[in-house]
């Protein structure tokens, strides 16, 4: 303990030198309250019980004052005057900045300048650009710090704590930060702009924000002129690393590419502090004609407004800011009618509702065509079967329709297979017809008189025919034998029954009417042979 007073004789701690550094690495220059309300913002709850306001703020801000206290002592930090209440200015040295830069991790060359001398005239722009960090910030006190005291103290803390939320945390800040629109970086030239403060927080939905503070003292053609120095930088383009031109903010800080056509540029937001002569009620429409160029979108079908490389321009005062926040509806974007949140007024709400319009119709218009799609498979496929079912075969011995496996079984085989018996019967007839061919060949029917008078049969038992597998009369029988030197003009169908054998005729006559090869074939025998006439000179021998 002697050690740490002896290093620390104001008796701080390493929390509330980390405040601030934390503090004066990002706003440059603060009174000791703005530390507190930003570092340790559950110290504002306490010492109510004061007897005045000046005695309460003297001892919420004592740890932070010891702070202070011991880093001078150090070398980290220093005096910069006073503000025009009175209040004690603070900045970091070289080596406090170097300090702060491990705090915040940032690069020392990002850390910008100690801010020597802001408060030789007062500071009353740096103390509304810190009032603005801490509106947009709205710091929620630690109800955990909080545990011993009152109830009426925590009662207080927790309605803050129950308020909307800010914006980032005090890393996501930067302030004074040089928009060059010549030169570099750390050496930028002339006609660039300085930025008030760069707010990055995507994690809230804010990935990149500039703001400029006005203390009413600018004229509508200053601001005007600060803009278009908004727009210089924001279109100059410098080689990355990549050997690749990009947008020269790019290559510092990270946003989502914008789609094609509708890429702006990173929204500016102006914040008015009614401290000076002019009213921003005039101010801004004047500053709205003047940068309409700037801004002013492109009006699409859906009513919405693409916004490709322009710059949206917001404007708040700072007391409706303090009161209300960044999630209030105090926000004026340029070009738009009606108050709104800071994250509805930095987007295009209008645009994506017009996208997730186009969307739900494109969806639906998918679905309808799927649906088509469906149905027509549908009806092709009912069309098919029915084409099939229009196809499928009937049972010559019942008239019933085969089934899928007796269709499949009836089709003609490849070379070699063996061939089905009955081809135009179903399973149930073709049973039969083979049960009666097999009893037929066990008890064979004996040859009638006028068989067995021939010489020899063509055909050893009764025949069947090869299309309905009905047995042969006696008569068809008889007309398709053709054995012996006496046998009968050749049948055209001798496997054939005559039922089956007079379908046929209709169906040829039906098919080829007056077919002349038909014709002669049943005139031909009923021709007689015409005699030869001899000639030459054996017939005269014979004479």
């Known amino acids: 303990m002697a050690g740490k007073r002896k290093n620390n004789p104001a008796g701080s701690t390493n929390s509330y030198r980390g405040d601030v550094l934390r503090v004066l690495g ?9 530390v507190q309300r930003i570092g340790a913002p559950h110290l504002t709850f306490r010492h109510a ?27 980290l930090s220093e005096n ?21 830069s491990y705090e915040l991790n940032r690069p020392v060359t990002e850390m910008g300048s100690t801010a020597r001398g802001a408060g030789s005239s007062g500071a009353s722009h740096p103390m ?6 801490i509106a947009m910030l709205r710091p929620k006190p630690n109800m955990a710090r909080l545990a011993k005291d009152s109830a009426e103290v925590r009662a207080a803390a927790q309605a803050v704590v129950d308020s909307p939320d800010g914006i980032g945390t005090i890393a996501s800040f930067w302030t004074e930060v040089p928009l060059p629109a010549t030169g570099t970086w750390n050496a930028p030239g002339k006609g660039g702009a300085q930025a008030d403060i760069v707010l990055t927080a995507p994690q809230d939905g804010v990935p990149l924000l500039f703001i400029e503070v006005d203390n009413c003292h600018e004229t509508a053609e200053e601001l005007a002129d600060k803009l ?7 279109k100059r383009k410098v080689k990355d690393t990549d050997g690749k031109e990009r947008p020269m903010w790019r290559t510092r ?13 990173p929204p500016v937001l102006l914040v008015f502090n009614r401290i000076g002569e002019r009213n921003p ?8 004609e003047l940068t309409r160029h700037l801004w002013q979108g492109d009006r699409q079908r859906g009513g919405h407004h693409l916004y490709d490389r322009k710059i949206p321009i917001i404007a708040v005062g700072l007391n409706q800011l303090r009161e209300h926040g960044p999630a209030g509806p105090v926000f004026a974007r340029f070009g738009r009618s009606g108050p709104q949140t800071l994250l509805e007024v930095i987007g295009n709400p209008r645009r994506e509702a017009a996208d997730a319009r186009q969307q739900e119709q494109d969806k639906a218009r998918a679905a309808q065509y799927q649906a088509e799609v469906r149905r027509a498979a549908q009806e092709q496929a009912a069309k098919q079967a ?65 068989a067995r008078r021939k010489h020899f049969l063509r055909y050893a038992s009764r025949p069947r025919c090869t299309e309905c597998r009905a047995a042969f009369t006696d008569e068809r029988w008889q007309a398709v034998e053709r054995t012996g030197w006496d046998a009968l003009p050749q049948e055209r169908r001798p496997t054939l029954c005559g039922d089956c054998d007079q379908r046929q005729e209709i169906d040829w006559e039906e098919a080829w009417p007056g077919d002349p090869i038909r014709r002669d074939q049943g005139q031909e025998h009923d021709q007689a042979v015409p005699e030869q006439k001899t000639t030459g000179w054996f017939s005269r021998l014979r004479r």
């Open 281 to 288: 009620n005039r101010t801004v429409p004047r500053l709205q």
């Open 386 to 450: 029915a084409e099939r079912e229009a196809r499928r075969p009937v049972c010559t011995g019942c008239g019933a329709k085969f089934t899928d496996a007796r269709w499949q079984a009836a089709q003609p085989k490849d070379w070699g297979a063996t061939k089905d018996s009955h081809l135009h019967l179903c399973d149930s007839c073709k049973a039969g017809a083979d049960a009666h061919e097999a009893d037929w060949q066990e008890h064979p029917e004996p040859l009638p008189e006028w």
């Open 26 to 34: 990002a706003l440059k220059v603060a009174t000791t309250d703005q």
């Open 80 to 100: 910069g005057g006073s503000t025009e209440t009175g209040d004690a200015l603070r900045n970091l040295t070289p080596k406090g900045l170097q300090a702060a």
């Open 128 to 133: 509304a650009v810190n009032e603005t960090v």
């Open 253 to 265: 800080w990270t946003v989502p590419q914008g789609r094609p056509g509708d890429a702006p540029h």
């Open 228 to 234: 278009e120095k908004y727009a210089r930088f924001f």
């Open 49 to 75: 019980d004061k007897e005045t306001p000046s005695k309460q703020k003297q001892a919420r801000t004592a740890s932070h004052t010891a702070a202070l206290s011991d880093m001078r002592g150090h070398g």
